[in-house]
C-alpha cells in the first residue's frame, strides 16, 4: 500500500491530477465558508436548529454543511444531480435524445451541454423559490429587490461554479468530479456528526459504559461499511459461449466470457430519489410555515419525516417508513429498466454469434436475463434498504441524530472504490503495481 503511495507521487502527472484534486477540495470548502452578501449566517443557522430531524437534514447533508451556513454553495451540486437524472430518464422518452445519446463523443458533448443548461435552470428556479420562502419567514431581515437578486445570483453561480469544479476533476483530475465534490460534502460532515454521538452517549458516562458505547458505535459503523463494500462488488456472471467460425484458413472465435449483472444494479439512486420525494412537501411547509399543525396535512407532514420513524412513541408513523422501503423497491426496478435493456444485449448476442449454455438464442435469452435481472434486482433493493434503514433505526430509537447515513455511506464508498481503481488502472499503464493487487 505504501508502495503504491510512493509511486503515485513518483509520476508527475499523477502527482499533478492528485494536487488538482486537493487544490479544487480547497477552493470547495473555502467557498463553503462564504455567506451570501446580506445574510445573516447566524439567524439562518438558529432557524436551521429550530427545524432539526425534518427534511432538511437530508439537504444539508449532501450539501456539507453550506445549507446550515448559508453560504454561497448552499445549492451546491444537487441541482446538477437532478438535472442528470431527469436528462437521463428524459432519453428514454424522447427518440431525439435517444438518438443523440447513441452518437458516440460527439453526442455525449451534446447531452453535457443540455444537462449543463438544465442545472442553471433548476439552480435559478431553486433560488427564487428559496430566496421567496426567505422574505416570507422573515428569515432574511430587510429583504428588498436588491438584495433578492443578490440572494438568487449568488445561489445560482455558486452551483454552477461546483458543477463547472466537478468537471475540471474529471478532465485534470482523478475520478469522476461530480461525485468526488458530493462525498468530499458528505466526509465534511463526519467530525460534527461524531461530536454528536459522543455527546449522545460517551460524555458524562462511567468509563465502562462510555467504553463500551465507543466500541458498540464503531462496531455499528465497520459493518455498514462492510456490508456497503459487498453490496458494491457482488454480481452475478451469467455465461456466455461464442461459437467458432473459419475466417481465411484460420478457425476464430470459441472462447467463452460472462455477462457481468451488479446486484446493485441502480447504486444509491433509488434511495436518492425515494427521500427527494418523501422530503420535499416537508422543505415546501418549512419554507412555507405550515407546520406542527393539528390538521390531516400536518399530520401527513410528520409520517413523511424520517425523524418520526421506527420512534417507539409514534408507531403511529411508521407508515411513512413503509412508503419509503416501496418508493426504493420502486426506483431500483425503474431505473435498472431504463439503463439496462435485455432484448438489446440478446440481439447482440446473437449477432456476435453467442449464446448461453441451455438457452436459445433470440427472445428466449432475452426472457431468461429479465428473469435473472428481476432476482438480482429485488435481492440488491433489499441490501439498499437495510443500509438506509439502519440509521433510521438509530436515530429513532436512541435519538442518535447525524446527518450521515446509509445512503451517505454508499457514495462515499463508491467513489473512494471508483476513484482507486482509476489511479490503479493508470498505474499499471506505467507498470507499477495497485492498491488492489496483493
Keep these: 500500500m505504501f508502495e503504491t503511495l510512493k509511486s503515485v507521487f513518483r509520476v508527475k502527472e499523477m502527482r499533478r491530477k492528485l494536487l488538482y484534486v486537493l487544490w479544487m477540495i480547497l477552493v470547495i470548502r473555502i467557498g463553503s465558508q462564504l455567506p451570501i452578501p446580506g445574510v445573516d449566517s447566524d439567524v439562518f443557522k438558529q432557524w436551521f436548529r429550530s427545524n432539526t430531524g425534518d427534511a432538511f437534514n437530508f439537504f444539508d447533508a449532501f450539501t456539507g454543511g453550506s445549507f446550515e451556513s448559508m453560504s454561497v454553495f448552499a445549492l451546491n451540486i444537487t441541482p446538477y444531480i437532478t438535472s442528470s437524472i431527469i436528462i437521463q430518464l428524459l432519453t428514454i422518452a424522447i427518440p431525439a435524445l435517444e438518438e443523440m445519446h447513441r452518437d458516440g463523443e460527439e453526442g455525449r458533448k451534446k447531452m453535457t451541454a443540455i444537462t449543463r443548461y438544465v442545472t442553471i435552470g433548476l439552480a435559478l428556479f431553486e433560488s427564487i423559490a428559496m430566496t421567496i420562502g426567505f422574505a416570507r419567514g422573515n428569515i432574511v431581515q430587510d429583504m428588498n429587490i436588491l438584495k433578492a437578486i443578490v440572494v438568487i445570483a449568488s445561489l445560482t453561480a455558486g452551483s454552477a461554479m461546483l458543477m ?3 468537471e475540471r476533476i474529471t478532465e485534470k483530475g482523478v475520478g469522476n468530479g461530480i461525485s468526488i465534490v458530493l462525498a468530499v460534502n458528505i466526509i465534511s460532515r463526519i467530525p460534527s456528526d461524531m461530536t454528536t454521538l459522543y455527546e449522545n452517549f460517551i460524555k458524562g458516562k462511567t468509563i465502562a459504559k462510555g467504553t463500551l458505547a465507543g466500541v458498540i458505535i464503531f462496531a455499528i459503523i465497520l459493518v455498514v461499511v462492510v456490508f456497503v463494500l459487498i453490496l458494491n462488488g457482488a454480481e452475478r456472471r451469467i455465461p456466455v459461449q461464442y461459437s467458432r467460425k473459419m475466417v481465411g484458413r484460420k478457425m476464430m472465435g ?63 408513523y411508521t407508515w411513512g417508513l413503509l412508503v419509503y422501503v416501496v418508493l426504493c423497491v420502486f426506483f431500483a426496478y ?28 433470440g427472445k428466449p435469452t432475452s426472457d431468461y436475463l429479465t428473469k435473472m435481472l428481476n432476482y438480482i434486482i429485488f435481492i440488491g433493493a433489499v441490501g439498499l434498504i437495510i443500509v438506509a434503514v439502519i440509521p433510521f433505526f438509530f436515530n429513532g430509537v436512541f ?25 490503479e488502472s493508470q498505474l499499471l499503464v506505467r507498470n507499477y503495481k495497485g492498491f488492489l493487487n496483493n
Design 334 to 361: 425503474f431505473y435498472t429498466s431504463i439503463t439496462f435493456n435485455p432484448l438489446e444485449v440478446a440481439d447482440n448476442i446473437k449477432k456476435q454469434g453467442g449464446f448461453i449454455p441451455g438457452i436459445r438464442p
Design 164 to 166: 463547472w469544479i466537478g
Design 254 to 316: 470459441g472462447q467463452s466470457t460472462n455477462i457481468p449483472l451488479k446486484v446493485n444494479t441502480a447504486g444509491v439512486i433509488p434511495i436518492i430519489f425515494a427521500s427527494s420525494i418523501m422530503s420535499f412537501p416537508g422543505v415546501i411547509a418549512q419554507f412555507a410555515g405550515k407546520t406542527n399543525g393539528t390538521g390531516i396535512g400536518s399530520e401527513i407532514l410528520r409520517g413523511l419525516s424520517s425523524s418520526n420513524w421506527c420512534n417507539p412513541s409514534q408507531i403511529k
Design 399 to 423: 435519538g442518535a441524530n447525524v446527518s450521515f447515513g446509509g445512503t451517505s455511506i454508499i457514495i462515499v464508498v463508491g467513489v473512494v472504490l471508483e476513484t482507486v481503481k482509476q489511479i
